[in-house]
C-alpha cells in the first residue's frame, strides 16, 4: 500500500499553462504538506494544511493554488506556468499531535515546462 | 531560526568500508533531527530520527546516527557500505509547533559507494 501518493509523477508542458498535482495519504494523518526541490536538489516548504485549514505559506507566488478537500488530500494547482517552476513537487504528511512525529514523502511529480 | 549544514556534496567510500556522511545543526531549544534517503528518481525515504533518549539512533537499512550535542552534530554512519547505498542522503531539523511543525532541510550529499 502506497502511504503518499501523487500524480502525475511526470508532467511536461508548456509555458503558460495551467496544471494541477493531486496528492492523497492513507495515513490518516491530519497535516499535509507540499515542498519543491529544484534542480540543485534543494528542497524547501512552500505550503501545509493541517485538517483543510492553510497553516504555512512560504512566500510562494499567488500562481501556486493549494486546495484541500478533506484531510487526506492536497492537490496543487499552477496557474500560467514559466520556465522557472520547472522542479520535482512532493508531497508530505505527518500527524500534529506529537512534535517529532516523522514527516512522510511521496514519490515526488516531475514538472518540465518547455 | 533552525537551520542545518552538510558541509560534504559528496562522499566517496569503497564497498565494505565504513562510511559517515556529516551534518551539523543549529536550533533554540531541543532539536528534532532527521535521516531521509533519495534514490535516483524517487522519492525521499525516511531513515532514523533522533527526539530525545539515547545519543546513538539505529535506522533503516542498517545505518545509523549519533547526536552530539556540544558539537551539534548528528552524523550519519554505517560500518559497512553497500553499492546500493549509493544516493542522495539529506539531514533535516524540525521545529516544534504541532499544526506548524515543518521540516529544513540540508544541501544533501550525494553518497558514491564503489565495488
Known amino acids: 500500500d502506497t502511504a503518499v501518493s501523487q500524480t502525475p509523477k511526470y508532467l511536461v508542458t508548456q509555458m503558460g499553462n495551467d496544471k494541477s498535482i493531486k496528492c492523497e495519504q492513507n495515513?490518516?494523518?491530519?497535516?499535509m504538506y507540499w515542498y519543491k526541490q529544484d534542480s540543485k536538489k534543494f528542497l524547501k516548504i512552500m505550503f501545509s494544511?493541517?485538517?483543510?485549514?492553510?497553516?504555512i505559506n512560504e512566500t510562494v507566488p499567488n500562481r501556486f493554488s493549494p486546495k484541500s478537500p478533506d484531510k487526506a488530500h492536497l492537490n496543487l494547482h499552477i496557474n500560467s506556468l514559466e520556465l522557472g517552476d520547472s522542479a520535482v513537487y512532493f508531497c508530505?504528511?505527518?500527524?500534529?499531535?506529537?512534535?517529532?512525529?516523522?514527516?512522510?514523502f511521496g514519490e515526488g511529480s516531475w514538472l518540465t515546462v518547455v | 531560526a533552525q537551520s542545518v549544514a552538510q558541509p560534504e556534496d559528496q562522499v566517496n567510500v569503497a564497498e565494505g568500508n565504513p562510511l559517515t556522511v556529516k551534518c551539523t545543526y543549529s536550533v533554540s531549544g531541543n532539536p528534532y533531527l532527521f535521516w531521509y534517503v533519495q534514490y535516483p528518481n524517487r522519492g525521499l525515504q525516511f531513515l532514523l530520527k533522533y527526539i530525545t533518549g539515547d545519543n546513538l539512533v539505529k535506522g533503516s537499512y542498517g545505518f545509523e546516527a549519533e547526536f552530539n550535542k556540544s558539537q551539534t552534530s548528528f552524523h550519519l554512519k554505517k560500518p559497512s557500505a553497500l553499492v546500493s547505498d549509493s544516493a542522495l542522503y539529506f539531514c533535516?531539523?524540525?521545529?516544534?509547533?504541532?499544526?506548524?511543525?515543518?521540516?529544513?532541510f540540508g544541501t544533501g550529499t550525494l553518497l558514491a559507494v564503489q565495488p
Open positions: 495515513l490518516g494523518h491530519d497535516t
Open positions: 508530505a504528511s505527518r500527524q500534529s499531535t506529537l512534535s517529532g512525529n516523522t514527516i512522510y
Open positions: 494544511y493541517n485538517n483543510k485549514e492553510l497553516i
Open positions: 533535516a531539523v524540525s521545529n516544534y509547533g504541532g499544526a506548524t511543525n515543518k521540516l529544513i
